[in-house]
């Protein structure tokens, strides 16, 4: 575990009461870390400062001091505070010992109202049609801090509505504020500047250059970053008001870069994922693929029922099937790094029970150097960790065909993988006792002897190990199809271990988990000690918050 | 405890025939009879509906035969039996109120579990979802008693609108558009 360095802390006064808050933090920062909101719209904690939505002003002052002797001037005993004679915006101001700051005052109140009422001249009335309500800043700080009623008497500017921006990202300039957020994500954090502002005045708008679209793999970024509606996700457009979806907390399972996400559900379906904020390894970001993931949950290939050759049953009846598939000769597991920690721990135990020798094949992908990595699995760590493996993961499985051919394989139990797109035809695997556990049909379910059915990682919980060899963990968000059971109990069913005793066993037994449970961690996660690890080759490059071991 | 033994009154001549309380009867009888009926006959006759009247929730269209309704859902979300069910949706890029881009899909309301409060009306900010005059529904099966979009349109009809405010928006984006205020 690495416990981080105490900031030294400096003395902040916030309408009259003194604060703690770090050393060298922004004010708008600092100042929601002690429970005061500063509204903001341009300001983004990960982003460069713009300071162009004037949301933030504050007043601002410091102890005065003596010109000649610089000694603090005194006034009824307490230092004197001299004003400044203008409000500043708190968003370009980093906190300094002495600074008092004026949240509440009369002039700082007349300018909240007076930066809402100019946001609100040709903001057109569209709320009951825009996505953004319910999680509008602009809708929440007009009722908090706006005037009610607008003295504007001309017509409002018409700017283009449901403009294409790219293949994801729908742009309404009507509803734009011009904070300028989307422009500084993608020329500060996509590194693919493709918009900008065009013409002045009331007629500002943004748009794409000539020739661009907003088409890079982190466009949807822009679009949770936008305070307002003017950026709206293509996919999620009209679909579900943002208040009746519950949130819940879950991981990217597009690589090993573990991308923390919310996932948004309304009554057992999900309608959008989002990124959630962990500054150790996303930030707040995450690739527009991950939010694809939800729709292989209702695929029309959906394995929803067990089957024994071929033939429908129920799972009680699949897993004696299974059971006795598996008892029938020398067997071998294909895993999972799809598993979580918990799953491949049980299956680590069944290896063990029945002497079988573990495959882990690899998925390998390009990296993008930001949050999609070389592995394209969420987890094969967690198969070092469980003691699953000890070695690289498999480049494919023609290792054990061979075996088979050879006929010193007799069971295969494939977790979680479509072996035959890894070397393990289905012609193969008919010369063997198999079982599968899947997700999604294939050509390896259709080869099985038994096929169970798999959760997604919507409809189960765990915890997952990512490239940095930080636990974090995922919760289920929908249920999964009737009458299936989460992988953990299935397998625990056909290792014949409790499952509910896996992270009793892991905290006793593994040393990198000593002390840990998977249902008790922190929101961020828990940096474990991979060291044991780090002479494996591992396939990852550089990524926003992860650096490969230099090897020497 | 003991028990007292009371002794019943013998009738009169005038009780045994009976005749003073029939005769008695009958005045009631024959006063109601002179008096204007205060009942309906109904369902051959309908009373009148004041003005107010919480009914059945309908939905309408503007006097330019415009679905006002844009699948907002906040009638959805303030709905205390949970009653309404909404399908948002996209309106074709083609279709004559493509200005307005939203509108549902599907619009559900389950007159099973409605309890005609009203807050559904008071809380649509298009002014597109009303409890009218409409106060009977019947049906055989629950699905008969859930009304569909074409239902709720079909009972809701046409309302005056004193705001056009999506038609008033377009015309004046298409003014600007030609360089005019």
Same mark, same amino acid.
């Given at each position: 575990?690495?416990?981080?360095?105490k900031?030294?802390?400096?003395?902040?006064?916030?309408?009259?009461?003194?604060?703690?808050v770090?050393?060298?933090?922004?004010?708008?920062d600092?100042?929601?870390?002690?429970?005061?909101?500063v509204?903001?719209?341009?300001?983004?904690?990960?982003? +460069?400062?713009?300071?162009?939505?004037?949301?933030c002003?504050?007043?601002l002052?410091?102890?005065?001091?003596?010109?000649?002797?610089?000694?603090?001037?005194m006034?009824?005993?307490?230092?004197?505070i001299?004003?400044?004679?203008?409000?500043?915006?708190?968003c370009?101001?980093?906190?300094?010992?002495?600074?008092?700051?004026?949240?509440?005052?009369?002039?700082?109140?007349?300018?909240?109202?007076?930066?809402?009422?100019?946001?609100l001249?040709?903001?057109?009335?569209?709320?009951?049609?825009c996505d953004?309500?319910?999680?509008?800043?602009l809708?929440?700080?007009?009722?908090?801090?706006?005037?009610g009623?607008s003295?504007?008497v001309?017509e409002?500017n018409?700017?283009p509505?449901?403009?294409?921006?790219? +293949?994801?990202?729908?742009?309404d300039?009507?509803?734009?504020?011009?904070?300028?957020r989307?422009?500084?994500?993608?020329?500060?954090i996509?590194k693919?500047?493709v918009l900008?502002?065009?013409?002045?005045?009331?007629?500002?708008?943004?748009?794409?250059? +000539?020739?661009?679209e907003?088409?890079?793999n982190?466009?949807?970024?822009?679009?949770?970053?936008?305070?307002?509606?003017?950026?709206?996700?293509?996919d999620?457009?009209?679909?579900?008001?943002?208040?009746?979806?519950?949130?819940?907390p879950?991981i990217?399972?597009?690589?090993?870069?573990?991308?923390n996400?919310?996932?948004?559900?309304?009554e057992?379906?999900?309608?959008?994922i989002? +990124?959630r904020?962990?500054?150790?390894?996303?930030?707040?970001?995450?690739?527009?693929?991950?939010?694809?993931?939800?729709?292989?949950?209702?695929?029309?290939?959906r394995?929803?029922r067990a089957t024994?050759?071929?033939?429908?049953?129920?799972?009680?009846s699949?897993?004696?099937?299974?059971?006795?598939?598996?008892?029938?000769?020398p067997?071998?597991?294909?895993?999972?790094?799809?598993?979580?920690?918990?799953?491949?721990?049980?299956?680590?135990?069944?290896?063990?029970?029945?002497?079988?020798?573990v495959?882990?094949?690899?998925?390998?992908?390009a990296?993008?150097?930001?949050?999609v990595?070389?592995?394209?699995?969420?987890?094969?760590?967690?198969?070092?960790?469980t003691?699953?493996?000890d070695?690289?993961?498999?480049?494919?499985?023609?290792?054990?065909?061979?075996?088979?051919?050879?006929?010193?394989?007799?069971?295969?139990?494939?977790?979680?993988?479509?072996?035959?797109?890894?070397?393990l035809?289905?012609?193969?695997?008919?010369k063997?006792r198999?079982v599968?556990?899947?997700?999604?049909?294939?050509?390896?379910?259709?080869?099985?002897?038994v096929?169970?059915?798999?959760?997604?990682?919507?409809?189960?919980?765990?915890?997952?190990?990512?490239?940095?060899?930080?636990?974090?963990?995922?919760?289920?968000?929908?249920?999964?199809?009737?009458?299936?059971?989460?992988?953990?109990?299935?397998?625990?069913?056909?290792?014949g271990?409790?499952a509910n005793?896996v992270w009793?066993?892991?905290?006793a037994n593994?040393?990198?988990?000593?002390?840990?449970?998977?249902?008790?961690?922190?929101?961020?996660?828990?940096?474990?000690?991979g060291?044991?690890?780090?002479?494996?080759?591992?396939p990852?490059?550089k990524?926003?918050?992860f650096a490969p071991?230099?090897?020497? | 405890?003991?028990?007292?033994v009371?002794?019943?009154?013998p009738?009169?001549?005038?009780?045994?025939t009976y005749?003073?309380?029939?005769?008695?009867?009958?005045?009631?009888?024959w006063?109601?009879?002179?008096?204007?009926?205060?009942?309906?006959q109904?369902?051959?006759?309908?009373?009148?509906?004041?003005?107010?009247?919480?009914?059945?929730?309908?939905l309408?269209?503007?006097?330019n035969?415009?679905e006002?309704?844009?699948?907002?859902?906040?009638?959805?979300?303030?709905?205390?039996?949970k009653?309404?069910?909404?399908?948002?949706?996209?309106?074709?890029?083609?279709?004559?109120?493509?200005h307005?881009?939203?509108?549902?899909?599907?619009f559900?309301?389950?007159?099973?579990?409605?309890?005609?409060?009203?807050?559904?009306?008071?809380?649509?900010?298009?002014?597109?979802?009303?409890?009218?005059?409409?106060?009977?529904?019947?049906?055989t099966?629950?699905?008969?008693?859930?009304?569909?979009?074409?239902?709720?349109y079909?009972?809701?009809?046409?309302?005056?609108?004193?705001?056009?405010?999506?038609?008033?928006?377009?015309?004046e984006?298409?003014?600007?558009?030609?360089?005019?205020?």
């Amino acid at each position: 575990m690495v416990t981080d360095n105490k900031p030294s802390l400096v003395t902040l006064n916030v309408d009259g009461v003194e604060h703690q808050v770090p050393a060298g933090a922004n004010l708008v920062d600092a100042l929601a870390k002690i429970g005061k909101e500063v509204p903001h719209y341009c300001y983004h904690p990960k982003l +460069p400062v713009a300071g162009n939505c004037r949301m933030c002003l504050v007043e601002l002052g410091s102890p005065m001091r003596d010109r000649a002797t610089n000694e603090v001037v005194m006034e009824n005993g307490k230092p004197k505070i001299g004003w400044q004679p203008k409000p500043a915006i708190a968003c370009a101001t980093t906190v300094s010992p002495g600074l008092h700051v004026r949240l509440e005052s009369p002039g700082v109140k007349a300018c909240r109202e007076g930066v809402t009422e100019m946001l609100l001249l040709n903001h057109p009335l569209d709320c009951p049609i825009c996505d953004q309500a319910g999680e509008c800043k602009l809708q929440e700080y007009s009722a908090e801090y706006g005037r009610g009623a607008s003295r504007y008497v001309d017509e409002k500017n018409a700017k283009p509505k449901h403009t294409r921006l790219g +293949p994801r990202v729908t742009l309404d300039d009507e509803r734009c504020i011009l904070c300028s957020r989307c422009v500084r994500f993608t020329a500060e954090i996509a590194k693919d500047p493709v918009l900008g502002f065009v013409n002045r005045g009331s007629y500002n708008t943004l748009t794409c250059f +000539p020739g661009r679209e907003l088409a890079h793999n982190y466009s949807l970024n822009t679009v949770d970053i936008c305070p307002v509606g003017a950026l709206t996700s293509t996919d999620f457009r009209f679909k579900m008001r943002v208040w009746f979806l519950k949130q819940t907390p879950s991981i990217d399972t597009e690589s090993s870069a573990g991308a923390n996400t919310t996932v948004w559900s309304r009554e057992g379906q999900i309608h959008r994922i989002t +990124p959630r904020q962990n500054d150790a390894v996303n930030d707040t970001w995450m690739a527009d693929s991950g939010r694809e993931l939800y729709k292989a949950v209702s695929a029309p290939n959906r394995v929803l029922r067990a089957t024994v050759k071929a033939a429908a049953t129920s799972l009680e009846s699949a897993l004696a099937a299974a059971a006795e598939a598996l008892a029938a000769g020398p067997l071998a597991i294909v895993a999972s790094a799809h598993s979580s920690v918990e799953e491949q721990r049980v299956l680590a135990r069944l290896a063990q029970q029945k002497g079988a020798k573990v495959y882990v094949p690899a998925h390998r992908g390009a990296g993008d150097g930001l949050l999609v990595s070389e592995d394209r699995s969420p987890n094969f760590r967690g198969a070092l960790v469980t003691g699953l493996t000890d070695r690289a993961a498999d480049a494919d499985l023609k290792t054990l065909a061979a075996e088979i051919d050879a006929g010193k394989v007799k069971s295969v139990l494939i977790v979680r993988d479509d072996a035959a797109m890894q070397g393990l035809h289905a012609e193969t695997l008919a010369k063997v006792r198999s079982v599968v556990l899947a997700t999604h049909q294939s050509v390896t379910t259709a080869a099985a002897e038994v096929v169970l059915p798999a959760l997604s990682v919507f409809e189960r919980s765990g915890t997952f190990v990512n490239c940095q060899f930080r636990l974090q963990a995922f919760a289920q968000a929908v249920p999964g199809p009737a009458g299936a059971l989460p992988d953990l109990l299935v397998l625990a069913k056909l290792a014949g271990v409790d499952a509910n005793g896996v992270w009793a066993d892991l905290a006793a037994n593994v040393p990198a988990l000593a002390g840990l449970n998977g249902a008790l961690l922190p929101a961020d996660g828990v940096q474990l000690d991979g060291s044991a690890w780090s002479a494996l080759p591992f396939p990852e490059g550089k990524l926003l918050k992860f650096a490969p071991a230099t090897r020497a | 405890m003991a028990i007292k033994v009371v002794e019943r009154r013998p009738l009169s001549l005038a009780e045994r025939t009976y005749l003073p309380q029939i005769l008695a009867g009958l005045k009631v009888t024959w006063a109601n009879m002179l008096r204007p009926p205060v009942t309906l006959q109904y369902p051959e006759e309908r009373p009148a509906i004041p003005t107010g009247y919480r009914g059945v929730p309908t939905l309408v269209r503007d006097p330019n035969g415009r679905e006002k309704c844009v699948s907002c859902q906040l009638c959805e979300f303030v709905c205390p039996p949970k009653a309404i069910r909404i399908t948002p949706g996209a309106i074709a890029a083609d279709a004559p109120n493509a200005h307005v881009e939203k509108a549902p899909q599907e619009f559900e309301i389950n007159m099973l579990r409605c309890i005609y409060c009203g807050l559904c009306q008071e809380v649509c900010p298009e002014e597109a979802i009303w409890l009218q005059s409409q106060y009977s529904m019947t049906g055989t099966s629950r699905e008969m008693m859930v009304n569909n979009k074409a239902k709720l349109y079909e009972l809701g009809g046409t309302l005056p609108d004193g705001h056009y405010k999506w038609d008033r928006k377009k015309a004046e984006a298409e003014r600007q558009a030609h360089g005019g205020h």
